[in-house]
């Protein structure tokens, strides 16, 4: 393995896990209030997909909106903080090249929204566990590892893109509360849309995000609202195009001390 790329892929592990209550308490006690509020206080008169009950349909939603969120984060706040702190022009005359920038900072948000994704997905199972007296138990392991995976990276690879763009952490935030955050929401996490009418299903199905919250969901429970191949086909184009905009911003953007 190339040094740089280890060593900058080390680095971005490390850096998250010095902030143990951002990457860990406090998706946990978001997971554990999304579950009291909705899982358990309202899960018995949402039904959806049949016989699956809406506290499991929530969790596998609540684990790939964890990862997106976390992913996308770790990565962006990554750059931009090295703008202040100059950082990037050390990175960028290290022998490293372009792709394995990408691909270690990219990773290193995979590690952190898996482990959001894991801890998010233990709450739940606690939960399920409580309230239905069974193991909430993972149907197919590779397509959610697939899933985990390319959701993390693909969302990596978005905040590298904005972090380009974004002067300052206000920015990312602003990205975050006005554009992540309502296509998270309707994309799925919270409803099947199934149950909404026909012209909105129509413009749900307009959100990729849909397809990896389904994706991941068909991962855990064996049930999606939309066609399993489809989000494997939609997920690798993601991936495709945004990895190509994350070498872009990073052969484009600025690496003078901001």
Known sequence: MNSGFATLFEREIKRFMKVVVQTIVTPFVSSFLYLLVFGVSL?????????????????????????????FQNSSSSIVSSKFSGDL????????????IVWAMSLGGVVRGALVAVITYLVGALFYYFQQGEVLLIQHPLILLYFIVMGGLIFGMIGIGVAFWANTFDQLSAFSAFVLLPLTYLGGVFISIESL????????????LLYLINGLRYGVLGVSDVDIS?????????????YGVSLWSLRKGSFQRW
């Open 197 to 208: 009418h026909p012209f909105w299903q129509v413009v749900a199905k307009l959100n990729p």
């Open 43 to 71: 899960g018995s008169q949402v039904k959806v997909h049949g016989d699956v009950p809406y506290l499991a349909f929530l969790v596998p939603g609540l684990m790939m909106m964890g990862l997106m969120n976390n992913a």
């Open 89 to 100: 022009e050390d990175i960028r005359v290290a022998p490293i090249t372009n792709q394995q």
């Open 230 to 242: 489809l989000s494997v086909v939609l997920s690798l184009i993601g991936f495709a195009g945004f």
